[in-house]
Structures are given as C-alpha cells and as structure tokens.
C-alpha cells in the first residue's frame, strides 16, 4: 500500500507590522537576534508587562545590482483579529520610537555592562523568551542599532511601501565593515595578517601586520590641498606604512558601493567625480589610491575566484627581459582577485616596481607600425570628446619613417589609446609612454550586469596602471561635467598650481564646479566674495558621509545644493547651515565673506 502524507494549515485574520531592519550582511545573525530582543524589552517596557501574543519572524529579499539583501521583521498579533496593540503603536511614529527609546534606555543603564564577561544579561536582553538564539544575542549590538535609529529620528519621512526605500546609503555603510573584516580573514596557506584596534591621528583605527609591513589604518580621511591633492575627496580608510621604504608613500582606500556610485538609473552616477579625485591623488605625489566594489570585497567570502584584468603574456615577457625579479614577483599575483592584489601590494608586492610593470603591460599592446605625431594627438581629442558615444577610429596615420607608436585598445565599455615616442624612451625603465582610457558610462545602465562588470574592470586597471606616470582615467560623464579639468591637459603645470588668491584661482576652481553653477561662482568672483569650495563633503558625528554640496563655504555655513543633493539638505540645516538650492544661488551673495586680500 503507497503512503502519503498530509498537512494540516489553519489561517487566521490579525494585525501586523512590517519593519525594514538596519542589519544588510555583516554579522546579520548577531544583528537580527539582538534587534529582535531589544524590540521585545521596549514593548514590555511599554505596555508594562509581557505581550506574549505578539509574535514576530524574519525573511529577506534581494537587493538588486547587489549581493546585500533587505531584512524584513514582522511583528504581528497571534489572536486572531488582533487585539489593537499593533494599531495602537502605528497611530504615531513616536509610540514605535517610544518602544526603541524604552529599550535603548535599559541597556545602556543595565549593571551588566559593568562586567566585561557580559554583553547581556536576563534583567536585561535574554529575558526575551522568543525564537532567537541567545548566542547570538548581544547587548553591544543592540544597543548599536538602537543608537542608529535614535540618532537619525529627525530625518524621518514617510514612504508608501518599503520597497520604494532606496539601500544605497546603508550598503555603503555595510561595506567599510565588510572590508575591515576581509582583512582579518585568515587565508589558507599563507602567512597571518593580524589587525588591532588602535588609535590613529584621534581617530578609532587599526594596526595592521602584514607579511613583511606594518600599517597604521586611519578611517574617513580628507584629502586636498594639504596633501597636494587638487579634488576635494574623502577616502574611506588611509594605509600609512610604519616604516616607510624610500619613496614609498600612504595608500588612500575607497570602498565603492555599486547603487552609490554606478547605479545611473538611481540618479547616482558618481564615475565621472570618483574618477576625477582618484586621480587627483594618484597625481598629487603624497599618496597612492586603490578602489574596491562591494563584488570585490565579497569574494573573500565566496569560493568565487575571478581574477583581476590582469594576465600573464607579452606584457610578461618583456618584464623578464627588464627585471626577472619584478617579473617573478608579478608572476605569483596573476589570476589573483582584485583583492588579493591589494593585499600583495601591501605585503610581498611592496618593494616590486609596480610602474615598471604597468609600462611593460602597456608597451607589450604596441604593434611594429610608425605612426604621425599628429594623429595620436588627434585621436586622443577624439577619445577625450565628451560628445562620443564611442571610439571607433579608422586606422589610418602610418608613415615609413617616424618615431612615434601608438595602439588603440578595445575592451568592453573601455577604450584607450597606449602611445609612446621611441626617441625619447627609457629602454631601461620603458618611461616615455603614456596612455588614456576612457569608459563610456553614460546610458551603460541598460545592460546592468555587463555595466558593473566594466565598471569595476575599468577600477582595477586604475589600481595597478597608477604608477605608470602618464595616464589618464576618465569616464564619458565626467568628461562632460567637467570634471578633470587641467588634469587632462600636457601642457599643464599638475594638480595643486593654483594658490589662494592668485589670479588663476577662480579658473582653477571653475573645473571642478558643475555646469549649471559656473556663471554663479564667477558672479561671486566679480563681487568680491570669497570663493567657495567644491564637492563638500558634509560629516557626521562618526565620520560617516551624511549630506554633500556643489558649492560650500564652510566658515560662515552656507551652501548651494544641486537637484541630487537637496533630499539631505536637513542633515545641513540641523548643524546650522543656510541651504540653498542651485536655482536660487545668487540671493546668497550679499551673505558670503569678503574675499580676503
């Protein structure tokens, strides 16, 4: 006789409620099982007594362009009609924010923490006789997200469904931890990194031991004109080695969050700036600049092993004949993660000639043709045309006798131009050859799994093709902001030429100011006004990136946002900043500071 089974269900009309947790990925058992009990001493808190009806459950979603995923809680009645209780606590925002508040306040008061054995204790969190797991179950942790939720009430506005709730921000936040964590990952077969909390220049930061190096780790550090560097920016961490080699020099780090930085359709195509301060630093002689999305990070968590663009061949060879050191160096590192090769340069990849490598990888594309003088510059006009939705040049330009070379690289959404002039190269050093690359990011959206993967493709090239002196990373967005400026142009002195109050201040300053703005900051030049500053970027009490403006002057607090930028104009206003939109600029001039002699 064939068994069967049979299942039981019964269904039930009650109250629920539905929240967007603040956990993403990392350490997301210890975060929901903490939040979840946190949740359940403020409503006990609240409704003076133990609500053993309402009941909750956790489920995720997938957070598209992302390996993140949203965490949903539903707190909902198990009496079926429910009993008004989650009615009750919805009618306000501030009876939910009540029971956060209720919660917050016993944890952070609570004896336990007294005791450095303890991150809980039942007069506390594991009174919570729910479903989760009590090993995973942290007072720090709660009290962490509770703080967050607290701390950014102001900011509060309605939404119609939580799916129109934009993550961009958050996996941002996600990702600076994420990337601290992959550090302290063990790698199997190779020598211990070993990362300590320490503090570095007033900061929370980190000591990092590497196979053969030693790094302070500052997080969120301004770089401009101090450091030479000619794009305001903020990198999210900076590797300064102990004990620095001759010519060695810090590393700025950028974790690059695709729906923050790539994401077109969000409105928060950010390639053109990223790209602009990046090499701005590269260029600044102070530092070197490395940048990592969130796919590169999280490899260090997946079996995925894709390798950076980077493989062994003629490039290969011709490093051989220049160095078998350098060469065997790099050999060891090919097929490697774009992460690995981050941490190759900072441990075993320290000391190798990372220029003389990149010069070798570019010089091995050239072919055996003579070509014009004339038509490189004019093919490098055409790839640095803002207009051109792509680069397709007809090969023409050779002559018999010249001692120009060039070749036109393909590559993607990536185009380049690798040139050099053989009467002025270095055999030994192979310096004398430059190179433009350039991705065409506008509209690439469409075909969003092809998009990112260039996208990031197009970064990890930057990273290891920086030393090579002259070189040019540019974006079709930015080029058509504006946004490199004299960067772009040889015959120009470098980044960090034009000092205050000099005549070429405001010129200097104009390349870095949208389009839209331009006319306004040279009206505030005529008025004798003090200059703003570009690309400002607004900070909160932990660091962390909370609001940025166009234009900023931040002595007296006054700023002008653009249309992207006005969404967060209250993180502006609560610090006592005057906001004003870029329509309604010019009514700020009378208000700004004389210009100073």
């Known amino acids: 006789m064939e068994e069967s089974a049979s299942f039981l269900y019964r269904e039930l009309t009650s109250e629920a409620i539905r929240m967007l947790l603040p956990v993403s990925t990392t350490e997301v058992e210890k975060n929901l099982s903490s939040f979840v009990a946190a949740l359940d001493l403020g409503l006990r808190k609240k409704f003076k007594g133990d609500p053993g009806h309402l009941l909750s459950t956790t489920y995720d ?261 220049l160095s078998v050191p350098v060469a065997a160096g790099f050999d060891k590192v090919y097929g490697r993660t774009a992460f690995e090769w981050f941490l190759y340069r900072l441990g075993a990849g320290r000391a190798l000639d990372w220029g003389l490598h990149g010069r070798a990888w570019l010089v091995a594309h050239l072919d055996n043709v003579n070509w014009t003088e004339e038509r490189i510059e004019e093919l490098r006009r055409e790839l640095l045309d803002p207009m051109k939705t792509s680069f397709e040049p007809q090969a023409s330009g050779f002559v018999g006798q010249s001692p120009f070379r060039a070749a036109i690289l393909r590559d993607g959404l990536t185009a380049g131009l690798v040139s050099l002039n053989r009467a002025q190269l270095d055999p030994k050093s192979l310096m004398g050859v430059a190179a433009t690359f350039r991705l065409f990011d506008v509209g690439a959206g469409a075909d969003k799994p092809k998009w990112k993967a260039d996208w990031r493709k197009f970064l990890q090239r930057f990273n290891v093709l920086q030393f090579v002196g002259t070189l040019d990373f540019v974006s079709s967005s930015g080029l058509r902001e504006g946004a490199y400026g004299s960067m772009l142009m040889p015959e120009a002195a470098g980044p960090g030429t034009a000092e205050p109050g000099s005549p070429d201040e405001l010129e200097y300053l104009l390349q870095f100011v949208d389009l839209s703005l331009r006319d306004f900051v040279r009206a505030v030049a005529r008025a004798g006004k003090e200059l703003p500053e570009a690309g400002f970027e607004l900070a909160g009490k932990d660091g962390e990136i909370v609001a940025t403006a166009e234009l900023a002057w931040a002595g007296v607090k006054i700023a002008v946002l653009l249309e992207h930028e006005w969404e967060l104009r209250l993180n502006f206003e609560q610090s006592g900043w005057t906001v004003r939109d870029a329509a309604f600029a010019e009514e700020l001039i009378e208000q700004l500071p004389e210009a100073k002699n």
């Open 61 to 321: 979603e997938p957070i598209e362009a992302s390996d993140a995923r949203k965490r949903f809680l539903v707190l909902y009645d198990g009496v079926p009609g429910g009993t008004r209780y989650l009615k009750q606590l919805m009618l306000q925002p501030e009876s939910l924010l009540e029971v956060f508040e209720l919660a917050h306040d016993v944890l952070a008061n609570c004896d336990c923490q007294r005791d450095p054995n303890k991150d809980g204790c039942y007069r506390c969190l594991l009174a919570y006789h729910g479903r989760h797991d009590r090993g995973n179950t942290s007072r720090a942790a709660a009290l962490r997200l509770l703080t967050l939720i607290l701390e950014n009430r102001q900011s509060l506005k309605r939404t119609d469904r939580l799916m129109n709730v934009r993550m961009n921000r958050f996996i941002e936040s996600e990702l600076e931890p994420k990337f601290i964590e992959a550090l302290r990952r063990p790698r199997a077969g190779e020598p211990e990194w070993k990362l300590d909390s320490q503090v570095v220049n007033g900061k929370q930061g980190w000591y990092l031991k590497a196979p053969g190096a030693n790094y302070l780790v500052e997080p969120q550090v301004d770089l401009g004109a101090a450091q030479n560097v000619s794009r305001m920016s903020r990198a999210d961490f900076v590797f300064y080695p102990e004990r620095p080699a001759e010519g060695e020099l810090p590393i700025a780090v950028f974790t690059d969050g695709y729906e923050y930085h790539a994401d077109e359709e969000s409105g928060n195509l950010r390639v053109g700036s990223d790209l602009a301060q990046r090499m701005a630093i590269a260029r600044s002689g102070r530092l070197h600049v490395w940048s990592l999305t969130w796919d590169d990070v999280e490899q260090v968590f997946k079996d995925s092993k894709e390798p950076a663009p980077f493989a062994p061949g003629k490039g290969l060879e011709l490093l051989r004949k």
